[in-house]
């Protein structure tokens, strides 16, 4: 069993939906947790960095850390098609030494 | 402020030989993190460097090897490249100063071994 399960997709939803991206972990250990997009051929850009459990909000990007389930979420908010892209969980114990999820490839349809 | 950059971008080598990546940090990082990427197993740590010194390392075999000079630029070494090794390989800054700070990636560089 791998550290960080994500569903790698493919997701494709219309624009304007909400989207809900998901990760499971089972080291307990972990307590920082970031959600990163990934456009084609370039490097990932940090979306939202959590610290332990609850909700994070920054515009139209909600991050939820549930530890108790180790469970994280990523939700978006009237997707646009600038959205399309591959989203990755990652996590660390400490910060410097993550572990990512496959990847969540989106995409969001005008 | 200049994000991380990194040389070359793309490179094509053959099975045996060795291969030198670089990483400029953002200015006043001084953690570089490496990660390999490629479609089957996703986004892998290789090791990451602060001040200097190896403070953490991947799975990764000893052929994969790393150094930071004192401006706190980053090259990775992978040695007697094999097949697998094409990917694409990350690396990301930080202050590296306490467990809070976010990592910040470059563009890559995507290696092909033939």
């Known amino acids: 069993q791998k550290e960080v399960e994500q569903d790698p997709g493919p997701l494709s939803v219309p624009e304007g939906a909400i989207v809900s991206l998901n990760c499971t972990y089972s080291?307990?250990?972990?307590?920082?947790f970031m959600w990163y997009r990934q456009y084609s051929r370039k490097g990932p850009e940090l979306l939202m960095y959590?610290?332990?459990?609850g909700n994070k909000e920054d515009g139209r990007f909600t991050a939820q850390v549930d530890k108790s389930s180790k469970y994280i979420s990523l939700f978006i908010r009237d997707s646009q098609p600038s959205d399309s892209a591959t989203y990755l969980c990652?996590?660390?114990?400490?910060?410097?030494?993550?572990?990512f999820g496959a990847g969540t490839r989106l995409t969001v349809k005008p | 402020k200049a994000g991380v950059t990194q040389t070359p971008r793309y490179l094509i080598k053959t099975r045996g030989q060795q291969v030198t990546l670089s990483c400029s940090p953002i200015?006043?990082?001084?953690?570089v993190s490496w990660y390999q990427q490629t479609p089957g197993q996703g986004l892998q740590f290789l090791f990451e460097?602060?001040?200097?010194?190896?403070?953490n390392k991947g799975n990764f075999p000893g052929r994969f090897s790393g150094r930071q000079f004192s401006n706190s630029r980053s090259e990775m070494n992978v040695s007697t490249l094999e097949l697998g090794d094409s990917a694409l390989y990350l690396c990301?800054?930080?202050?590296?100063?306490?467990?809070?700070?976010?990592?910040?990636f470059g563009p890559g560089t995507r290696l092909l071994v033939l």
């Open positions: 460097y602060f001040s200097e010194t190896q403070r």
């Open positions: 990652a996590m660390s114990a400490r910060n410097n030494d993550m572990r």
């Open positions: 990301a800054s930080s202050k590296g100063t306490s467990g809070r700070e976010t990592q910040y």
């Open positions: 200015s006043g990082h001084r953690s």
């Open positions: 959590t610290y332990s459990s």
């Open positions: 080291n307990s250990a972990f307590q920082y």
